[in-house]
């Protein structure tokens, strides 16, 4: 090896300026090549792909290129909120895209990528309404909307919510796609319903139709 070649700077082409490319290219200068990314597009293409998952992997590269603090906090907080309220978490990868399976011993909450972004989610359109997460008790939502509103999403403030039932309270918060998220406290006629079940008669108004009540 000559002098000149030792002296000449080393320099690395990178097609493709999504999320390998940018990141190559920073690897790349941290070891002393100058490397450059083309990219096709010479405007942002936000249609192309809606939903981006970064592997545990994917996020050790980025922390060792010192952007982990950058990227804390950016995505939603399903995993933290969701191990808050006592669940586990799966990630089996279903038709090739990646889910979130989320679980407990009664229920399962999973979500995946939208395939079709028509807008913000309206509540009052055919479709999902809300999802709620009973707690135990008042404390409990009180506790699950701070934890919430700490890690930098808006959280209604606790209330009653007396046209539901007299002892109904419960916060409301919202994903990244504004489908309605509700932390709720148990009430007395659930666990009415939990200890009578198995004298239920009837299908409409089971416990109403228990107890004499129309």
Not at 39 to 47: G, K, L, Y
Not at 77 to 100: C, S, T
Not at 121 to 132: L, Q, S
Request: aromatic share 8%; net charge neutral.
């Amino acid at each position: 090896m000559t002098i000149a070649t030792r002296n000449r700077a080393r320099r690395a082409l990178i097609i493709g300026g999504g999320v390998a490319g940018p990141a190559a290219a920073m690897a790349l200068q941290r070891t002393g090549v100058q490397a450059t990314v083309f990219e096709a597009s010479d405007t942002p293409r936000d249609d192309a792909g809606a939903f981006l998952n970064l592997a545990p992997n994917g996020l050790h590269v980025l922390a060792n290129l010192g952007l982990g603090s950058s990227i804390d906090g950016l995505g939603f907080v399903n995993d933290r909120l969701m191990e808050f309220l006592g669940f586990r978490k799966g990630d089996k990868v279903i038709g090739g895209e990646p889910h979130a399976h989320y679980f407990n011993r009664v229920m399962q909450y999973s979500i995946r990528p939208a395939r079709n972004r028509l807008g913000e989610h309206d509540p009052y359109a055919p479709g999902v309404h809300h999802v709620c997460f009973q707690v135990k008790d008042r404390r409990a939502v009180d506790d699950s909307a701070a934890a919430v509103r700490q890690l930098g999403v808006e959280v209604t403030p606790a209330a009653e919510y007396p046209e539901y039932a007299a002892d109904y309270y419960a916060a409301f918060f919202a994903d990244p796609d504004g489908i309605r998220l509700e932390l709720k406290a148990r009430t007395r006629m659930r666990d009415d319903v939990v200890r009578e079940w198995e004298r239920f008669t009837v299908f409409e108004n089971p416990l109403a139709q228990l107890h004499g009540r129309k």
